[in-house]
């Protein structure tokens, strides 16, 4: 993992990747170069919180409706808030068929939150994952346009 992540680090993030209008959602992250099964693709950026500070600050964006799809669990007591400082990989829409995972990875002992591609990425691919939201009532009509789409995020 230590090794996938220092490869990851060597080539610059805008020489692997960009962000373009995409068809699924407003703005998508695209690749600029191929990615094999497995290869790191971009880490997850932000604010590392504790879980408690997270739960205030959910609350908070429910309440400006931004929502709470830029929070993401590292470990247990561990959350990263990619709301105001998320790096490109904030703009990596949802897709009920995705191409990609967000994976938490232990690097020399430090959990990162990085997106592992899950099959072969072509180079002009908008890179995905499943955001995997709870289910709710309130539903968040999904428009990725996968074979299996559910239809909602949530
Ligand atoms: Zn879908």
Request: glycine residues 8%; hydrophobic residues 40%; positive net charge.
């Amino acid at each position: 993992m230590a090794a996938r992540y220092r490869k990851l680090k060597e080539i610059p993030v805008e020489q692997r990747l960009v962000v373009r209008r995409s068809h699924i959602h407003g703005w998508g992250l695209f690749t600029l170069m191929p990615f094999a099964p497995n290869d790191m693709i971009v880490e997850y950026m932000g604010e590392k919180i504790r879980r408690c500070v997270a739960d205030q600050r959910e609350k908070k964006y429910e309440e400006m409706g931004l929502g709470s799809c830029y929070l993401f669990a590292l470990d247990a007591s561990t959350i990263i808030d990619a709301t105001r400082a998320g790096g490109p990989a904030r703009f990596i829409n949802h897709c009920c068929g995705p191409n990609a995972d967000a994976k938490v990875v232990a690097v020399d002992g430090v959990p990162k939150l990085v997106i592992v591609a899950r099959r072969a990425l072509a180079v002009g691919e908008e890179v995905t994952y499943d955001y995997k939201f709870e289910y709710e009532n309130d539903k968040i009509a999904c428009h990725c346009g996968a074979a299996k789409c559910r239809g909602s995020m949530n």
